[in-house]
């Protein structure tokens, strides 16, 4: 059984820097494609970042290009997105998600694509 287990959120000002961290149990980060997603309250889950980890390419939503860096672990198991520049606008509950597939670009953006799921960490960022 897959598990996905988000940590490294909270409470940052504008400007600042958080790290989130996916920590994968059941299956490797070595294959397959993991996305981090994000979502506000009466709003749909909006594509933050992917990665396709037989290649390592890396996707980003136009919203946060530039400041935000997808990464992962293999040794640890673990999905990083490195979050800079934080704006208000990035406050929201973070998820990442996992599927064994090599998702193509069109695909792994859109929520139907992931098999798996975290239960989210909540980023506040204050102006």
């Known amino acids: 059984q897959v598990q996905l287990v988000e940590s490294g959120g909270g409470l940052a000002q504008a400007g600042g820097s958080l790290r989130l961290s996916c920590a994968v149990s059941g299956r490797t980060v070595s294959s397959g494609t993991m996305g981090w997603f994000r979502q506000t309250p009466g709003k749909e889950r909006e594509f933050v970042a992917g990665?396709?980890?037989?290649?390592?390419?890396?996707y980003y939503g136009d919203s946060v290009k530039g400041r935000f860096t997808i990464s992962r672990d293999n040794a640890k198991n673990t999905v990083y997105l490195q979050m800079n520049s934080l704006k208000p606008e990035d406050t929201a509950v973070y998820y990442c998600a996992a599927t064994p597939r090599p998702l193509i670009v069109s695909v792994l953006t859109t929520t139907r694509a992931y098999d798996d799921w975290g239960q989210g960490t909540q980023v506040t960022v204050s102006s």
């Open positions: 990665i396709k980890l037989s290649n390592n390419n890396k």
